[in-house]
């Protein structure tokens, strides 16, 4: 009888604890979601008018890119340096967009995002078009989504 009684306790603090523990895997999982529907700042690039993709980005206030080219005038190496703000705004703010995929370069222009390999923007430049840099804001848990229409568009 008196091991009756041991065991009874102990069995309510394993379903307190249980309780505790579906509480709390709640309580994480809807932080989770909350944190995946909190909007954060996107880029895109993409040729205009033609809008095909070049790629897309989430933005965070250290992103930059740069865009690399041999000026046709001056035969030198010329670096752009873009950078954005916690914002998700582009700077420096005088850039006027669509930015020409640089008509007087001698060669397709590279794109830089950050420590990334190189993009280089070859069917850009040999068509003339512009390239086109978008920001906006979208919930992290939507991205994918967006990622797969945009596959699926392309079909």
């Keep these: 009888m008196h091991s009756e009684t041991l065991d009874t306790p102990s069995h309510d603090t394993s379903g307190a604890l249980e ?27 993409e040729s205009w008018p033609h809008g095909s ?10 992103s930059r890119f740069q865009l690399c080219y041999v000026d046709y005038a001056h035969d030198a190496p010329v670096v ?3 950078f954005f ?10 850039v006027s967009l669509p930015l020409l995929a640089r008509s007087h370069a001698v060669e397709p222009p590279i794109l830089k995002w950050q420590d990334n390999p190189d993009i280089v923007l070859k069917d850009i430049f040999s068509k003339g078009d512009f390239l086109h840099i978008k920001t906006f804001w979208r919930p992290l848990l939507l991205w ?12």
């Design 19 to 45: 309780k505790k523990a579906r509480k709390w895997d709640r309580y994480v999982t809807l932080s989770i979601v909350l944190l995946l529907l909190v909007p954060l700042p996107f880029v895109r690039f």
């Design 53 to 62: 993709i070049v790629f897309e980005r989430i933005i965070m206030p250290w």
């Design 80 to 82: 752009e340096q873009y």
């Design 85 to 94: 703000t916690w914002k998700g705004e582009l700077l420096p703010k005088n």
């Design 144 to 155: 994918p989504f967006a990622m797969g229409l945009e596959i699926r568009g392309r079909r």
